[in-house]
Structures are given as C-alpha cells and as structure tokens.
T-cell receptor, first 114, second 115 residues
Framework: NAGVTQTPKFQVLKTGQSMTLQCAQD?????MSWYRQDPGMGLRLIHY???????DQGEVPNGYNVSRSTTEDFPLRLLSAAPSQTSVYFC?????????????FGPGTRLTVT | AQSVAQPEDQVNVAEGNPLTVKCTYS??????LFWYVQYPNRGLQFLLK??????LVKGSYGFEAEFNKSQTSFHLKKPSALVSDSALYFC?????????????FGRGTSLIVHP
C-alpha cells in the first residue's frame, strides 16, 4: 500500500512551458485534491474531485486544469507556466466513510518557474 | 462558508514544558476539525480530528485537542514537549452545514521546541 504518490519531486520550468504533475492513490478514495503551499499562505486549494469524472474549482484554480478519468489518478496540468506558480504542490485523498474526510497527503512536488 | 485562523505564526516552548497551538474557526453548521503536522520537506500527516462526542480528542504522538463550541476554538495541546515535535502545524475545518466537500486549512503555526 503506497498511499498517495506524486511525481516528479522537483521540476524547473521556463515561463510559458506546460507540464503535468502526477498524483495517484491506491486506497480507493473517492475524494482527491490539489493544494499549493506558499510561505505565509498555508495550503490553498486549487482543484478537487469527488469521484471519477467529477471535478470542481477550489480557491486558486486559474492557470491549472485537472481531470479524473479513474479513481486512482488525478493529474494537475499547468497550461502556460508563470513565475507566480512557483510553489510546492501537494495532492491529497480522502474517503467519506468511517475516516470522515481525514486526508492523506503525498510527499509534494517542488516547482520553480523561471 | 468555512474558515479557520491560526493566530500565531510561531510558538516557542522549552522541552518538557506544555505546549499549546491555537486554532479558531468559523462555520455555518457543525464543524469537523482536524490537526495536521508537517515536518521539513515532507507532506502533511494527520494528527487528530473532532467529529462529535467528547470535547477532548486524543491523537498521535501524545497530542490532544480541546473542542470549545462557545469559543469556536480547537487548540492543540501536549503536556510535555519534545524537540522532535518541532514542525509546522495546520488546523483545518470542514463545515457540515455548508455542503463543502474539502476542508479549509489555516496558514500554519511553526512550533519550535528548544532543548
């Protein structure tokens, strides 16, 4: 049981480039989320999904796209990277069962946009 | 709408002393409350949660938190701090009356335990 995995761990992009941050979980969780963590800002929700085929925007969705074709995977796409997207990105998953929305986090992806 | 505030950016405590990390929340219905810990260069780890029932919740690593509905608070406590408790702590709330699927996190409090 690997939990929540994220790839890559580190990434450097140039302004205007696109890329996909991968997230996968093997716990059969319905809910998955993407957060960004910036100093002094805490965790801010980018996008989330309550099940395969269902996604919605969080607090800071601009410049990011998501899709959820399977229960296991929830990739985050940066369409045209900007320096303001330099951050640490965390994926999380949770279930609406007995765990009552306790979230499991991946190890994070540190992204730098130059 | 749901929101949570952690009024202290940093808490300093000596090893062996009790520690408190503060959290207040705002919801329209009943809250689900969570504490998470983040060690350097790691993802967040779940510590404890309040759903219903006893106002004093016990969690991992000897931490506990007290739910106070009248003060809308959920402070994290530990009777005797360890240097290894030094980390970033996040409070989170989910509003059961607001229909939100995902909790909102506070900005985090850096706990520094001095030897």
């Amino acid at each position: 049981n690997a939990g929540v995995t994220q790839t890559p761990k580190f990434q450097v992009l140039k302004t205007g480039q696109s890329m996909t941050l991968q997230c996968a979980q093997d716990m059969n969780h319905e809910y998955m989320s993407w957060y960004r963590q910036d100093p002094g800002m805490g965790l801010r929700l980018i996008h989330y999904s309550v099940g395969a085929g269902i996604t919605d925007q969080g607090e800071v969705p601009n410049g990011y796209n998501v899709s959820r074709s399977t229960t296991e995977d929830f990739p985050l796409r940066l369409l045209s990277a900007a320096p303001s997207q330099t951050s640490v990105y965390f994926c999380a998953s949770s279930t609406q069962g007995a765990a009552f929305y306790e979230q499991y986090f991946g190890p994070g992806t540190r992204l730098t946009v130059t | 709408a749901q929101s949570v505030a952690q009024p202290e950016d940093q808490v300093n405590v000596a090893e062996g002393n009790p520690l408190t990390v503060k959290c207040t929340y705002s919801v329209s219905g009943n809250p689900y409350l969570f504490w998470y810990v983040q060690y350097p260069n790691r993802g967040l780890q779940f510590l404890l949660k309040y759903i219903t029932g006893d106002n004093l919740v016990k969690g991992s690593y000897g931490f506990e938190a007290e739910f106070n509905k009248s003060q809308t608070s959920f402070h994290l406590k530990k009777p005797s701090a360890l240097v290894s408790d030094s980390a970033l702590y996040f409070c989170a709330v989910r509003d059961m009356g607001g229909g939100s699927y995902i909790p909102t996190f506070g900005r985090g409090t850096s706990l520094i335990v001095h030897p």
